[in-house]
């Protein structure tokens, strides 16, 4: 085991996957408890509830709100403040949470974008405008590139849903290879609506713990 990632501090910017009512800030988008998914019924059945566990973290914040985009190509009820390269600014910047800077970050975010048909775009690591950040690749780079500077000192991790589509994944993949940050790419994830169930959540905390090793 990695014994870096034993004892530490996380945080986390993620969507739906990684919510749980009470769990959150307050504003974010709730997804779990989910009528639904009837065995995902408290925040110790979530993915990063386990992996918590798993490693005796410290969680500093859980920044995830249900059924947001990386790039700021937003659902219809979603403010482009709700998007994952606006929130970094609130949850990983360089103040830290009541200034404390976290030794993890987990960042789990793409799959509402490839659901949603957002271009995909081209990579780009620098000078980002507006537009440039309502698809799906430079609003990646945008995000790893402040995450990292922001947190220098962290173990950065990226995380991609199963089933996306493969340009998505492979585009993601080589962005995060260019910034040096692992990409765990999960896989065979049991699901309820679109979304892990509990055995599905134990399966992403176990591949999440054997990537940090």
């Known amino acids: 085991m990695n014994r870096r990632l034993e004892h530490c501090t996380l945080s986390i910017l993620g969507d739906s996957y990684s919510t749980f009512e009470g769990e959150v800030p307050e504003g974010n988008y709730i997804f779990y408890p989910m009528a639904e998914i009837d065995d995902v019924t408290a925040a110790k059945d979530t993915w ?8 005796d973290m410290r969680l500093l914040i859980n920044d995830s709100s249900s059924g947001t985009t990386v790039s700021t190509s937003v659902r219809e009820q979603h403010r482009v ?3 994952f390269v606006m929130r970094m600014r609130r949850s990983l910047s360089a103040l830290g949470i009541n200034g404390e800077k976290p030794d993890c970050v987990l960042l789990f975010g793409g799959t509402n974008d490839d ?3 957002v271009p995909l775009g081209v990579p780009q690591y620098s000078d980002w405008q507006a537009a440039d950040l309502r698809q799906i690749l430079p609003a990646y780079c945008c995000m790893l590139d402040y995450v990292q500077k922001n947190n220098p000192d962290a173990a950065i991790y990226a995380i991609l849903n199963t089933d996306m589509k493969p340009d998505v994944t492979r585009g993601i993949r080589d962005v995060c290879a260019h910034y040096g940050i692992p990409c765990i790419v999960l896989d065979g994830i ?3 609506c679109g979304h892990p169930d ?6 992403i905390a176990e591949q999440v713990d ?4």
């Open 190 to 192: 049991s699901k309820k």
């Open 48 to 55: 990063w509830y386990q992996l918590i566990r798993m490693r």
């Open 198 to 203: 509990r055995l599905g959540m134990r399966q």
């Open 115 to 117: 659901w949603l048909d």
């Open 210 to 213: 054997r990537a940090m090793a």
């Open 81 to 83: 403040e709700d998007a």
